[in-house]
């Protein structure tokens, strides 16, 4: 606005930002500078006469609360408290907004959009909302919310009162998401105050995590090696299927390991097999968690042992899921809403019906020059003649009778049995002297493992105490 009063006399009028004053010629300069009520000191100096006029400091402080990494899976909880130090709050609206915080901005891509309706993360809804006497209101008061914007209304509050609510996230997938809060509210109930809303921003980064990382083993009975061809035909390193011999028990080893920085608990491990799994494959738990459940620190292991055995045969049999019941270790105590279901399948093995089977027997333990005798029997559990070739290496631990190298013919489903006769000269975990089984039909060489060819040779006739509580018949423990 400008005013000419005379021919030398003009004032001009005009409301500026502070951030975008350019050079105005009508201003004048004089002698002397007026710095009040300005708080912008650089102004002062611009010789104009001027007010900066400014919004009132927000009287009114947000706090969010971020109990610590959020776990893919788990329904995670942001605690937000407004509290009023002098304002009062009148039509008071929390803005939530969730933001990728590698700059991506959507929280999933857009053909993901278009062929599913999950979401990465996901904002669900408002909990627990409550007021500075303790009492609960209706989650009614949620205006809007969808997967990574919501509104909420916020109650009427006076200098001094407070108000908290908890907002519901859940992570479907590991990525770190930026968590952005903004309350805007009105200083009194009139329709001119209403055009004048005071805001009050906050932001937290929140990382997402996977909780538990699952692997399996599968290992072979004790001391039974099965022949298997797939093993032997399988040339390149991309087929990496576990091959499972038919009928015959094998060991799953599942281990979950922590991956976070907060303690777990493990409620239950199970595998979860589909209709015709129980009657084509049985498995059983052998080792679990024995108490109500298993605490697992931070980059720990829990391994739970199962028992499987295969009742057909198939080139790509799925034995079934992975089961996990897991949530946060925490010494309030949890209900069972707070429990996650974990999943995560199996991958395919080979399931097929080995033609020798090579079983070593031996004490399970030795002692210090007193022999011992060694069996090996080797099975054919197929409809044809099989010729096999057996040679044994001598070993500086034991001196041994019997042939270093034999040669059978095994008939259809029958075993044959090779013996020796072994003198230990050492003691400590020894070394079994090595054996190597042949097969002339398939060309292929069956060795047992080194594990397998162990046995523990004590000096002296051990002498074992028993402890309170066990009988003679139970098993000795040393």
């Known amino acids: 606005m400008k005013a000419t009063i005379s021919k030398r006399l003009v004032v001009c009028c005009q409301a500026e930002s502070p951030v975008s004053m350019g050079e105005f010629s009508l201003w004048k300069f004089e002698d002397q500078v007026e710095a009040l009520p300005m708080k912008d000191n650089v102004l002062a100096f611009s010789g104009q006469k001027l007010i900066q006029v400014e919004e009132p400091d927000a009287q009114v402080d947000l706090v969010l609360d971020c109990p610590g990494p959020a776990l893919v899976g788990e329904l995670f909880t942001v605690p937000v408290t407004i509290l009023s130090k002098g304002h009062t709050v009148h039509s008071g609206e929390l803005k939530i907004n969730l933001v990728d915080a590698k700059g991506g901005g959507l929280l999933m891509s857009p053909r993901e959009a278009e062929e599913s309706e999950s979401h990465h993360v996901e904002l669900l809804g408002v909990s627990d909302v409550t007021t500075e006497n303790g009492s609960k209101e209706e989650v009614d008061s949620i205006r809007k919310i ?181 949530s946060r270790d925490s010494s309030i105590g949890e209900s069972q809403d707070s429990r996650v279901i974990m999943k995560e399948r199996l991958p395919e093995v080979h399931i097929e019906e080995p033609p020798l089977v090579v079983t070593m027997e031996c004490p399970p333990y030795a002692i210090l020059g007193i022999p011992f005798t060694f069996h090996v029997k080797i099975y054919n559990s197929t409809s044809l003649l099989q010729e096999i070739k057996y040679s044994l290496v001598d070993s500086q631990n034991f001196v041994f009778s019997g042939a270093h190298n034999h040669a059978a013919s095994i008939l259809p489903k029958t075993e044959h049995i090779v013996s020796h006769k072994l003198v230990p000269l050492g003691s400590g975990s020894q070394q079994l002297p090595r054996i190597t089984i042949t097969s002339v039909r398939y060309s292929a060489a069956l060795t047992p493992s080194a594990s397998a060819a162990t046995v523990f040779v004590y000096p002296s006739e051990p002498k074992f105490n028993l402890e309170k509580g066990y009988s003679s018949t139970d098993p000795c423990v040393s």
């Open 146 to 326: 969808q997967h990574s914007f919501g509104v909420v209304s916020v109650p009427t509050l006076y200098a001094g009162d407070s108000w908290s609510c908890k907002l519901e996230i859940k992570w479907h997938q590991a990525m770190s998401v930026m968590f952005y809060v903004s309350l805007g509210y009105s200083l009194d109930s009139t329709e001119e105050a209403a055009l004048h809303r005071l805001n009050v921003h906050r932001s937290l980064q929140i990382e997402g995590k996977i909780p538990m990382i699952v692997s399996q083993q599968f290992l072979r009975p004790f001391r039974r090696e099965p022949l298997l061809l797939s093993r032997i035909r399988s040339s390149s390193d991309d087929d990496k299927k576990s091959s499972l011999a038919f009928n015959e028990s094998n060991m799953l080893i599942l281990s979950a390991r922590n991956c976070t920085e907060v303690p777990l608990r493990l409620h239950t491990m199970t595998i979860v097999s589909n209709d015709d799994g129980k009657q084509l494959c049985s498995v059983q738990q052998i080792s679990g968690i024995s108490n109500e459940y298993a605490v697992i620190a931070p980059s720990e292991e829990y391994k739970g042992i199962f028992s499987v055995n295969p009742h057909t045969i198939s080139p790509s049999f799925f034995l079934g899921e992975i089961c996990l019941s897991w």
